[in-house]
C-alpha cells in the first residue's frame, strides 16, 4: 500500500527499471506517467523512477543542456486519469519542443501549438485485434481511436507536428495480445536538421 491506493502489478516494475537504467541518457531521463500508473500508486512510482535518475513531467518542460539547448522537452500530463494542461506544459518552452505524453488525445490540450515531435502510447495497437482489422480492446479517446495501430503521422507542414505512436509492450485487462505485436521504439533525432 502507499498514498492510501493499492499498487497495481509491481512484479513488473523492478525488471522495467533495470532495463531504463541501462539506457545511457547523459542528457536526462525523462517520464510522463499513463492512465495505468494514475490509478495505481503514482506517487510511489514516480519515486522509484527517481532512484534510477528519471525525472518525472507533469504539465512541465525542461530545457536540454548545451549543445541542445534549444531543444524543450515537455511532458503533459494523462488525458484519462490527469489534469492535461498545454498551456503550462508549453510555458517557456521557446525553443523545439519535443512532447512526450501518454495518449493521443493529449494533442487535444496542446491545440494549435507548434512541436516537432509528440511521443505517445497508450493504444496498444488495438491490443487484440479481430479479422478485418476491428478490436476486442478499444483504447478510450477519439484520438486514441484514430491512431489505435500506432505509427507515425504528419500533423503539420513537412517535417513539422510529428506523432509518434507506439503500440508499447503492456496491455490493459486483458492480458493478452492478438495480432498487435508489442514493440518500443528507439529513436534517433538529426539535432543537427532540427536545430537547422
Known sequence: LGGGRMIKNTRHVEGVLEAIDQIDAPFGRFAVLGNHDLIADDAWLVRRLETIGVRTLVNE???LPAPYDRLCLCGLDNTEQGMPDGRRTLAGADGLRLILMHSPDG???LGDEPFAVAFT???????????GGRSLIGAKGPLSQRYLGGGQFELGAPGERILLV?????????????????EVHVCDLAFDRLMS
Open 166 to 182: 507506439s503500440r508499447g509492450i503492456g496491455q490493459g485487462s486483458l492480458p493478452m495480445r492478438f495480432r498487435a505485436d508489442p
Open 121 to 131: 502510447g497508450h493504444v496498444h495497437g488495438g491490443q487484440f485485434v479481430l479479422p
Open 107 to 109: 494533442l487535444t490540450a
Open 61 to 63: 518542460n525542461v530545457r
